[in-house]
């Protein structure tokens, strides 16, 4: 089993920036990848970016504004978002997978204000 425990979130107007932490402890080998998502009220899941070994990926409309990495000698994933909108609002899902399996951490809220 892996557990995730993600922070960093909070308020922020437009224009500013936030810094979510991701820490995986448990079962985590060496060949994984992390994600993130997010979910708005009444909205679907969304991929936001992802990271494995030397690459990342991102969505579209968060492209350009925010920066996944991560330290693996922590276990621990980022998420730095610059530039926040309004439509950024939304719960951040942390979310880790190894050959064990995919695993979702509690998430943390993100609000930005115009």
């Known amino acids: 089993q892996v557990q995730l425990v993600e922070s960093g979130g909070g308020l922020v107007q437009a224009g500013g920036s936030l810094r979510l932490s991701c820490v995986a402890s448990?079962?985590?080998?060496?060949?994984?990848?992390f994600a993130w998502y997010r979910q708005a009220p009444g909205k679907l899941r969304e991929w936001v970016a992802g990271?494995?070994?030397?690459?990342?990926t991102y969505a579209d409309s968060v492209k350009g504004r925010f920066t996944i990495s991560r330290d693996n000698a922590k276990n621990t994933v980022y998420l730095q978002m610059n530039s926040l909108k309004p439509e950024d609002t939304a719960v951040y899902y942390c979310?880790?997978?190894?050959?064990?399996?995919?695993?979702w951490g509690q998430g943390t809220q993100v609000t930005v204000s115009s």
């Open positions: 448990g079962s985590t080998f060496s060949i994984n990848a």
């Open positions: 979310n880790f997978l190894n050959a064990l399996g995919s695993y």
């Open positions: 990271i494995s070994s030397g690459s990342t």
